[in-house]
C-alpha cells in the first residue's frame, strides 16, 4: 500500500511541474515504464549535446552566448545525468532484491 502513496504523492509532484491539475493526472493511464524512460534519457541526452554545443560556442570566442547561461546549462545537464544514475541504481538495486526473494 505504500509504493501506491508513493506513486500518487509523484503524481502531483508531477502535475504541479507541468501545470495539470490533479483531476487530470488521476485519470490518466499508466504509462509505458519503458518508453517513459527512454524519453528521459533522450532528454538528458539533448540537454548535455546543447550544453557541449554552447560551451564549445563560448570557447570559440561566440560573443552571442554567455558564460552564465553556459555554465546553468552544463549545471542543469550534470544534474540530471546524476539523478538519472541514481535513477539506474535504485532500478537496479530493486532488481537484485526482487531476483533474490525466495519463492
Not at 502513496?5 to 508531477?14: G, N
Not at 499508466?30 to 540537454?47: C, E, G, R, V, Y
Not at 546543447?50 to 547561461?69: I, R
Amino acid at each position: 500500500m505504500q509504493i501506491q502513496e508513493v506513486l500518487s504523492e509523484m503524481r502531483a509532484l508531477q502535475a504541479r511541474v507541468s501545470g495539470v491539475t490533479s483531476e487530470t493526472v488521476s485519470d490518466a493511464q499508466p504509462s509505458d515504464f519503458a518508453a517513459l524512460l527512454k524519453n528521459s534519457m533522450d532528454q538528458i541526452s539533448t540537454m548535455q549535446n546543447e550544453a557541449t554545443a554552447m560551451s564549445t560556442a563560448y570557447e570559440a570566442g561566440d560573443k552571442s552566448v554567455d558564460l552564465t547561461n553556459v555554465m546553468l546549462q552544463v549545471q542543469k545537464a550534470g544534474l540530471a545525468f546524476r539523478a538519472m544514475t541514481e535513477v539506474r541504481n535504485k532500478l537496479l538495486d530493486a532488481y537484485s532484491q526482487v531476483m533474490n526473494m525466495s519463492v
